[in-house]
């Protein structure tokens, strides 16, 4: 076990064991994240992603130069869509749905150009890439494996969108036992105010699902 190192965040100061806590990279796909893509044909303003991306950029590197476990996750489905529910299939304008052909190839499909992560934050050579069909990353994936397997008790969850793959991570790792820390200037959300109200909302209550923190603050504690 190496010395717990402090961080300031909210709701308060938490100690992170490095040896024991991974960063986890939501979703920070294309099909999210470029101009033209999925998420901009839903109307949905990607520059409020982009944002996520440098601070993302530098936090990668700081954990990777501490030799910390880095995960990557991706949502999206087989090309067949047998593991795509009716109930997630058949929502939103027809011909802008999961496996219609985007400007990335067909959307969200594993394999498709669109649904790969962007170039700024490509996984290295031995990082793992979780490819999830849900909005949560341990719903059918091997992520709770991996994670007990490396020892891990700790997260620093970081990607896109906020609200909804970002929160519903959290709060499964949260009710898993896991400690969360969500890194601020890392998530993203295409609205400003669901941004804000997502991250008050998990470190509210003394902290209810998890803490968070900037960037700034987690790089300083780990470098
Ligand atoms: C969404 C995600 N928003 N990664 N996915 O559908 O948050």
Request: with cysteine.
């Amino acid at each position: 076990m190496t010395d717990p190192v402090s961080i300031p965040a909210l709701p308060e100061p938490i100690a992170l064991d490095l040896a024991r806590t991974a960063l986890v990279i939501i979703d920070m796909q294309r099909d999210f994240l470029l101009p033209g893509g999925f998420g901009e044909t839903l109307g949905n303003d990607v520059s409020q992603l982009q944002r996520v991306v440098k601070p993302l950029a530098g936090l990668l590197a700081a954990a990777r130069d501490a030799g910390m476990l880095v995960i990557h996750t991706r949502e999206g489905h087989l090309p067949d869509l047998s593991d795509c529910p009716p109930a997630k299939l058949n929502r939103g304008a027809p011909s802008k749905r999961i496996g219609d052909p985007g400007a990335f190839g067909r959307i969200l499909i594993r394999g498709e150009y669109g649904h790969d992560i962007i170039d700024e934050l490509a996984p290295a050579d031995g990082e793992i890439v979780i490819d999830k069909p849900g909005k949560g990353a341990f719903y059918a994936t091997d992520l709770a494996k991996v994670l007990a397997d490396n020892e891990i008790t700790q997260l620093l969850v970081t990607g896109v969108t906020t609200e909804v793959c970002v929160h519903t991570t959290t709060r499964e790792a949260n009710d898993r036992g896991y400690e969360c820390v969500v890194v601020s200037d890392c998530v993203g959300s295409y609205f400003p105010e669901f941004q804000r109200v997502g991250l008050e909302m998990i470190a509210a209550q003394g902290g209810i699902f998890g803490w968070t923190a900037p960037s700034g603050e987690v790089i300083a504690a780990i470098s």
